[in-house]
């Protein structure tokens, strides 16, 4: 599993998603020095997210020759809906808040794209299968 | 050809919902729904059970432009997802079909995308779009439009005023964001997935319970004795707890509100308890080989005795809810209490089914699943602040205006014409009177997606120039 290299590329995704929602509400001259800066978190948030809820997953499998195509189609489905129920609940209850709901749906976005990462790489079963 | 109607049908999403709250274009947006459905799952159409969800999803659309309720809403939502799950496959469990419904709405194109073989695919895509073909097709006609709008405008002065009046001020990026998502939806929803192994175990499920190979007459034997000492245990119980209960029907004082509260709610509270334990106890005893026991008839006998004195307690507090009703009008939580005692009983029926035919405990998940599914549905159809409100006033001996009062716009217009036939405060009736004139400012400012079928019947009450 390469977790940096899934880890780099979903922070760079959650990073876009998110400020191109904020941008579409409104747009700041200087929003190249706040998507600078908001990198850090966006990207502390994403190794939180990703270590703790998806990458449990494909390490557990590692032992039970199980490939990582397995684990996405037996998990995946009930982590999306389980994440899509806690995204739309969160955005309810803030009231539509705009940074919010932007980062409730990278978060979404971010978080399923990232399972596919994973899901797509080679593992060692697979190429004894 | 399907991306062209996935971008006509995102398109008509963004009008419809942008910037609008629900009304006449969740219905729309139903019925646009159905009507791709159909067009690129023709084959699987022709099943009857997917007409009928298709049928009950447009009932549903209807009734939100009807009743225009929160139930309502929820309702379709739930009808939406069932009919996406039942186009996926058909002859699953509705819960399972509510399960890839859900999937299929919120995961569909990460899972299409992790299921498609990546070099087939390129292959394909080249071989199935064109893309210099498309953008000629799309863009050679429109500029050549634009063009020749251009000129007839200085030609013709009424052609130049209808020109003049295309808005194009509400296309921004956060339209054009909402666009994409209304793409990722339809696109999501046209190919609906399955969830695995999910799907083919509850495929292979059938309602049928089977003997296992380790049937023991000596075991099944004491878990006969065992489960007819118990439950006949429990009816004795509860026929005595009937008996004080009618008892103490006959003497509650129906003057008093919080006596026939306490009277409901404990009964309810019984009533929970007794039947989630009911029905725990009758499933544990019948989950295997003691139904094809020889000598079960009157274990069978006693648990058919205790669901039939279970339904004499719904009976019992459905008359205390009733009084109750009658006594101080009708509020959700009393509607509520209703609607449980009608679920509790067909999960009782089923319950009974289950035992009689010899059915495992899917059979029973399936159906209940299913009643609810209906009940559902049907108490979408119902308007009930309209409901409660005119109830309350016309029928109930005492009731609470200031709930009355607190309810949805939906019951406005029925409170302002009967305010005049209660006996109400000055106070209340400013009240009745304000709800009334927000309401009809409301109705008049709603834009033509959030029409419901109130706003088409009082037009010319919000339209003063009607007069």
Redesign the interface.
Known sequence: MNVPENLAKSSLLALVIFWTIISSVHFDQNVLLYVMLSFIPVCISVTIVILGTICPFYWSAKGNDVTNKQVFKLCFPYYTCIAFGLCSYGIVVSNYDLHFSAFCLSAFITTNQSWLWFAKEKTRIDDRI | MKHIAIIIASLLFSILFYNKSIGLNLSMFSLITIVILVIYNSEKFKSKTLLLHAFAYALSAIFVFVNHSSLAIIANCAAFFTLVGTVSQSSTSIYVQW?NG??TT??GF??R??ETNEAAQKVDWKKDVDYAHWAKLIGIPLIFSIVFILLYKNGNPIFNDLISKINFDFI???W??FTVLGYFLFSNILNPVV????TSKDLQTTNELQQTATFSVEKLKKEKQLGTTLLALLNVLLAFYIVTDLMSLSSIETSKASELSNHVHSGINTLIASIIIAIGIILYFFRGNLNFYAENRILKNIAFSWICLNVILIVLIAIKNHIYITSFGLTYKRIGVHIYIVLTLIGLITTFLKVLKIKNLAFLFRRNTQIAFVVLLLCSTINWDAIITTYNLKNADDYDIDYLINLSNRNAIILYELRDDIEISQHNKNRIETKYQNHILNLSQQKWQELSYETVTNAHVNNPKTH
């Open positions: 399960f859900i999937y919120v995961a990460f899972h995308n992790f921004n990026i956060q054009v964001l969830v695995e192994p999910a």
